[in-house]
């Protein structure tokens, strides 16, 4: 058997590796047009930092070692440019040299590439660039080598453009962050990338939102935004989404679907017979509501990797989709997701609830214990988890890992109490935030608590509503709401006289658990009483303007 | 309604403050035999060291405080001494007076206390300690004050005795462990706990197993041990495991099962109508094997606490069992492990295979990353897992959260590749250990795979199999088999004829992985071979005595 594998990294080299562990006789091409293959994307922008010190460390392997260990004949600076899948023929791209190579098996893992949008201007600037593999690497530092920018202007807030944020603050370099979203870390929710968007800023990022780029002038050194405004740069990243790769598979004739990319079937099976693919460039089932998603991300692809490998050589394996986990560092935070973000829950019109649970990454006795905000999306009938997100300094990773299993598990919310912790006190707590995110959860479903959502505040003090703080004297010294009723919440028993009964009451703390007891007392002595999910502590955050 | 709750930490609290929430005029008695509630007992060991700097970090709660938040009759230094369930009255001691106090519902929650051994001699040694709880912790800090001990012995190398034995070294005293288990750590497998016996010898720890204390000589100066070897010590803490406190649940004649605990339904009722019990005291079902079992661990008696307080309440709730989870640190080690271990599995007659994966807690080529060594018992007909062990500097507890989760979602060894985990080089891998604990996991089910345990390897070679080893040449430096056959993996298709088709090869790499390729190769190419699972990394560590 004769196997083509077309791209050389996550998808396509866990391809090649598995499939000579199952078969030591196949003879296996892989190709990657760039001079490198198996290198680590992820690690790029550490190296603009000098966090990670080696560009070696970033190439796992050789066309060479692979060779030698996989027998795999590996090809580099070699780009498919043809396919005819009635012949099974492949036309390859070495410099100038064309050739056709045969295959009874082809996968197609040629991942996704940067986008590029068409500001005008861009052809002229050569301090714009993108980044995506070693030479896109190498190109950056040989312009901040040579040019020595003060200035760099960051377009885009996604994952790669915050890593590149943070690896540029720590080079030395004066950085804008530009985002059109209204917020940045746009597969997050708003409020917890707030708390993002106030660590770049903590860390002398300019950032600004609801903007795009329209121009560069002055051959890149000065950045146009949609509102007029002219930043000077010295130098630009472009890091605002990826597109599939499928150039070749539409030149084939090979069905596309969502945004341009592969269509393949549950056997990673393409509309052409033998021609499989996998990675960042197929369209998957988002397993949670089963519609169509473009999921570029590390993990499923190198998954479908060994799965294709596996289908190929005859064993039975099915795609069972994604469900998308992400993390990344910015300075000392890290904002976490799985799943469907309240947004896209809102948009895709499930029925839905929320709740935001402040804990410790590990007992709060214990030196050294940070706060975790977590945030948990679910259908408040079923208890399903929709999905859940997280920011925090520490054990953030691990909370949103654990939530990530409970939804391939199909864990509801009533489920996570039950949920069993590694605890001592270097470790975690006796009562998890995760847990407490179920016992959360469940009071919402079993009509113990009534949530007032940080969006909702304005509104319902308009028609109304007042705002009880249940924080001792001594917390208000770090901030209060612009107006708010104070009784901490140990004398709230005796102090039930001051409240009016006709008025309802949205309680608050610092995190949202002493406001919740609060709210209990209150309801059971007739008030009306919600309690504000998050608390003071999400609501300084998310709206600082609205803060003493 | 009036509820008294006898035990004011962990279950009996979470019963206490839950009740409150849900029924703002229950009267809420809470007894503690001791002059606290509510404090941090998993702490305690810190504070010996000075670790956790302040003695008030550990009393989360004061009888004061409660009663002003959650308008609870707290009652300290009382202890529940008879109990009426006909007349529903209970006795309370509170110094010397006795007093009986009525009740509609009773919660036990009375924990379990230290095992103390009938050792000679324990009743003139004035320097013999256990730690359970804040006045054990005082009268331990007292005798480091007052007679400045230079050695130490601690009696078993559980979870608490290796706290013990950490801070002590921490503080400066020599420390002897005796454990009468072939192997600390004795809820983990041999193998695994092997990481932490050499953790405590390389921190100076003198470790002695299959031992345990006959007799203390000289007031507690001398340990004599069962080999009748003495052990000068200037204090001895023992930490032999503990025993349910049921005395008063029996003088009530309650019904008791495994091992004295109370006997307890689904809805933590007792025998005696309207007397519930909940935490360390009762007996819980293992969820794996639904056997019966002692869980004594907080997580579980939390639950359990609030769980009653639901049920008291009205609200429909059940104890679906314990599965057990648990983390200890012993110096830069953490050790962690959920469900059942081999030798659990093993005795309970289950069919099982075990699998050990090593891996980094985070990214290879970003700065920091240290190995995580992973075992996984299962049933290799249906996947099933049975339980999971851990050990390494970093990321052992996630990982085992992880796969606690994967338990209570009846996730099976297929489901593991399938998990999305949160990847960004400082958090984790493309293909985390988990995942590969999956593919591993499969590898076996589905026959590509043989794997020889370390415990195999003796007898395999007494028959005649050769070990192969093919690690590179500069590896060979970190130690070698006492006998073994060296190909690195890489010249391997090349050497073949240097191998017996006649013979049985057990390969081995440093951790697993490139064994494994090298088992596939000799596999299709006709030899007898097999993976030795763990491969040198984890030899050198169970077995040092057979390397070079």
Chains 1, 2 share one sequence.
Not at 83 to 108: R, V
Not at 124 to 136: D, I, K, S, T
Not at 202 to 231: C, M, P, R, W, Y
Request: with cysteine; glycine share 8%; proline share 4%.
């Amino acid at each position: 058997m004769k196997v083509i594998i077309v791209g050389g990294v996550a998808g396509g080299m866990s391809a090649a590796t598995r499939l000579r562990r199952l078969d030591e006789n196949a003879e296996i091409i892989v190709l990657d047009k760039g001079p490198h293959v198996s290198f680590a994307n992820c690690g790029l922008p550490y190296y603009v930092s000098g966090e990670i010190e080696e560009r070696e460390a970033l190439l796992l392997h050789t066309p060479e070692s692979l060779g030698a260990r996989f027998n795999l004949d590996v090809r580099v600076n070699s780009e498919a440019v043809d396919l005819e899948t009635d012949k099974k023929q492949l036309k390859i791209k070495f410099g100038e040299k064309e050739y056709w190579e045969s295959y009874d098996k082809l996968i197609l893992s040629p991942g996704a590439s940067p986008f590029v949008p068409p500001i005008g201007g861009i052809n002229e600037a050569e301090n714009v660039f993108v980044l995506r593999n070693v030479p896109n690497l190498d190109a950056v530092m040989a312009f901040i080598h040579q040019h020595q920018p003060k200035k760099a202007t960051v377009i885009g807030a996604g994952f790669i453009g915050l890593e590149m944020v943070e690896n540029l603050v720590e080079r030395g370099l004066e950085v804008t962050l530009v985002e059109k979203a209204p917020h940045v870390l746009p597969p997050l929710d708003e409020e917890m990338s707030a708390y993002v968007e106030k660590e770049l800023r903590e860390n002398g990022v300019e950032v600004i939102l609801n903007q795009s780029a329209t121009e560069f002038l002055d051959h890149g050194k000065t950045v146009v935004l949609e509102n007029g405004e002219q930043l000077a740069t010295d130098m630009i990243i472009l890091s605002v989404g990826v597109v599939p790769e499928t150039a070749l598979a539409k030149k084939a004739d090979i069905a596309l679907g969502l945004r341009g990319a592969i269509l393949v079937d549950e056997a990673y099976q393409t509309s052409a017979k033998d021609v499989y693919a996998v990675g960042d460039a197929i369209v998957v089932k988002q397993q949670i509501n089963g519609e169509d998603a473009l999921i570029s991300l590390a993990s499923p692809a190198n998954r479908q990797g060994r799965q294709v490998a596996d289908i190929i050589s005859g064993m039975k394996r099915t795609n069972k989709g994604s469900i998308g986990t992400a993390i990344v560092r910015v300075f000392k935070m890290s904002a976490a997701s799985t799943g469907l973000s309240e947004r896209q829950v809102k948009l895709a019109g499930l029925p839905y609830e929320v709740v935001h649970v402040s804990g410790k990454d590990h007992a709060g006795y214990y030196p050294g214990a940070t706060s975790v905000m977590l945030k948990l999306v679910f259908d408040p009938e079923t208890g399903k988890i929709y999905g859940a997100q997280g920011v925090g300094e520490k054990g953030v990773d691990k909370r949103i890992d654990i939530l990530a299993t409970a939804i391939k598990g199909d864990l509801t919310v009533a489920d996570l109490p039950e949920l069993e912790f590694t605890y001592a006190p270097p470790f975690g707590s006796a009562k998890d935030p995760v847990n407490m995110l179920g016992y959360a959860g469940l009071n919402i479903m079993e009509g113990l608590t009534d949530l007032v959502q940080w969006h909702e505040v304005s509104d319902k003090l308009a028609q109304g509503a007042v705002l009880l703080d249940v924080r001792n004297q001594a917390e208000l010294l770090s901030g209060e709401f612009a107006s708010s009723l104070h009784i901490p919440l140990n004398d709230l028993r005796e102090r039930l006289h001051e409240l009016d009964p006709e008025k309802e009451y949205i309680i608050s703390c610092a995190s949202g658990q002493r406001s919740y007891i609060a709210e209990r007392v209150l309801k059971q002595k007739g008030f009306k009483a919600a309690n504000l999910d998050g608390s003071f502590g999400l609501y300084q955050v998310v709206r600082p303007q609205e803060i003493k």
